[in-house]
Nanobody, 120 residues
Framework: VQLQASGGGLVQPGGSLRLSCAAS????????MAWYRQVPANQRELVAR???????NYADFVRGRFTISRDNGKRTVYLQMDSLEPEDTAVYYC???????????????WGRGTLVTVSS
Protein backbone atom coordinates (compact mmCIF):
# COMPACT_ATOMS: atom_id res chain seq x y z
CA VAL A 1 0.00 0.00 0.00
CA GLN A 2 1.24 3.47 -0.89
CA LEU A 3 -0.11 6.85 0.10
CA GLN A 4 0.98 9.60 -2.28
CA ALA A 5 0.51 13.13 -0.97
CA SER A 6 0.68 16.28 -3.04
CA GLY A 7 -0.29 19.94 -2.95
CA GLY A 8 2.15 21.47 -0.50
CA GLY A 9 4.10 24.61 -1.21
CA LEU A 10 4.72 28.20 -0.24
CA VAL A 11 1.76 30.48 0.44
CA GLN A 12 1.33 33.91 1.99
CA PRO A 13 -0.51 34.37 5.28
CA GLY A 14 -4.24 34.39 4.67
CA GLY A 15 -3.87 32.25 1.57
CA SER A 16 -5.14 28.78 0.73
CA LEU A 17 -3.78 25.41 -0.28
CA ARG A 18 -5.39 22.08 -1.03
CA LEU A 19 -3.60 18.86 -0.16
CA SER A 20 -4.44 15.53 -1.74
CA CYS A 21 -3.44 12.00 -0.80
CA ALA A 22 -4.22 8.98 -2.94
CA ALA A 23 -3.96 5.40 -1.72
CA SER A 24 -2.96 2.57 -4.02
CA UNK A 25 -2.18 -1.12 -3.73
CA UNK A 26 -4.02 -4.30 -2.86
CA UNK A 27 -6.70 -2.60 -0.83
CA UNK A 28 -9.95 -4.16 0.30
CA UNK A 29 -11.21 -1.28 2.35
CA UNK A 30 -10.08 2.02 3.86
CA UNK A 31 -11.59 3.06 7.17
CA UNK A 32 -10.47 6.35 8.73
CA MET A 33 -8.29 8.72 6.73
CA ALA A 34 -6.51 11.63 8.35
CA TRP A 35 -4.00 14.42 8.07
CA TYR A 36 -1.27 15.02 10.63
CA ARG A 37 1.43 17.62 10.75
CA GLN A 38 4.84 17.92 12.31
CA VAL A 39 7.38 20.67 12.83
CA PRO A 40 11.00 19.91 13.75
CA ALA A 41 11.49 18.91 17.39
CA ASN A 42 7.74 18.53 17.90
CA GLN A 43 5.54 15.47 17.93
CA ARG A 44 3.33 14.70 15.00
CA GLU A 45 -0.15 16.04 15.74
CA LEU A 46 -3.56 15.27 14.34
CA VAL A 47 -5.03 17.95 12.11
CA ALA A 48 -8.25 16.31 10.92
CA ARG A 49 -9.80 12.87 10.50
CA UNK A 50 -12.63 11.55 8.36
CA UNK A 51 -14.39 8.21 8.60
CA UNK A 52 -15.44 6.08 5.65
CA UNK A 53 -18.99 7.39 6.20
CA UNK A 54 -17.83 10.99 6.13
CA UNK A 55 -17.84 11.89 9.81
CA UNK A 56 -15.14 14.41 10.60
CA ASN A 57 -13.25 15.77 13.55
CA TYR A 58 -10.71 18.56 13.71
CA ALA A 59 -8.00 19.83 15.97
CA ASP A 60 -9.04 23.02 17.74
CA PHE A 61 -6.27 25.01 16.06
CA VAL A 62 -7.73 24.44 12.56
CA ARG A 63 -11.44 24.24 13.16
CA GLY A 64 -13.26 26.66 10.89
CA ARG A 65 -10.24 27.16 8.62
CA PHE A 66 -9.50 23.65 7.28
CA THR A 67 -11.87 21.15 5.68
CA ILE A 68 -11.19 17.45 5.25
CA SER A 69 -13.01 15.41 2.63
CA ARG A 70 -12.59 12.16 0.76
CA ASP A 71 -13.52 10.44 -2.45
CA ASN A 72 -13.93 6.75 -1.68
CA GLY A 73 -14.03 5.77 -5.33
CA LYS A 74 -10.67 7.41 -5.88
CA ARG A 75 -9.30 6.30 -2.49
CA THR A 76 -8.26 9.90 -1.96
CA VAL A 77 -8.41 12.25 0.99
CA TYR A 78 -8.21 16.03 0.70
CA LEU A 79 -7.40 18.86 3.05
CA GLN A 80 -8.60 22.30 2.04
CA MET A 81 -6.64 24.83 4.06
CA ASP A 82 -7.89 28.41 4.16
CA SER A 83 -6.84 31.46 6.16
CA LEU A 84 -3.40 29.97 6.56
CA GLU A 85 -1.16 31.33 9.29
CA PRO A 86 2.62 31.15 9.72
CA GLU A 87 1.99 28.74 12.60
CA ASP A 88 0.55 26.27 10.10
CA THR A 89 4.01 25.81 8.57
CA ALA A 90 4.84 22.11 8.88
CA VAL A 91 5.24 18.86 7.02
CA TYR A 92 1.77 17.41 6.50
CA TYR A 93 1.33 13.64 6.47
CA CYS A 94 -1.65 11.64 5.37
CA UNK A 95 -2.68 8.54 7.22
CA UNK A 96 -5.14 5.78 6.42
CA UNK A 97 -6.40 2.65 8.17
CA UNK A 98 -6.30 0.06 5.42
CA UNK A 99 -7.49 -3.51 5.11
CA UNK A 100 -5.11 -5.17 2.70
CA UNK A 101 -5.98 -8.19 0.55
CA UNK A 102 -5.20 -11.39 2.44
CA UNK A 103 -5.30 -9.83 5.90
CA UNK A 104 -8.03 -9.67 8.50
CA UNK A 105 -7.34 -6.39 10.29
CA UNK A 106 -6.91 -2.79 9.23
CA UNK A 107 -3.43 -1.39 9.69
CA UNK A 108 -2.27 2.25 9.63
CA UNK A 109 -0.28 3.48 6.65
CA TRP A 110 1.50 6.81 6.23
CA GLY A 111 2.36 8.97 3.28
CA ARG A 112 5.80 10.58 2.97
CA GLY A 113 4.66 14.06 3.82
CA THR A 114 4.35 17.30 1.95
CA LEU A 115 5.82 20.60 3.15
CA VAL A 116 3.55 23.58 3.69
CA THR A 117 5.25 26.91 4.27
CA VAL A 118 3.22 29.98 5.21
CA SER A 119 5.33 33.09 4.91
CA SER A 120 5.29 36.54 3.42
Amino acid sequence: VQLQASGGGLVQPGGSLRLSCAASGRIVRINNMAWYRQVPANQRELVARISSAGSTNYADFVRGRFTISRDNGKRTVYLQMDSLEPEDTAVYYCNADVLVVGTIRCEPYWGRGTLVTVSS
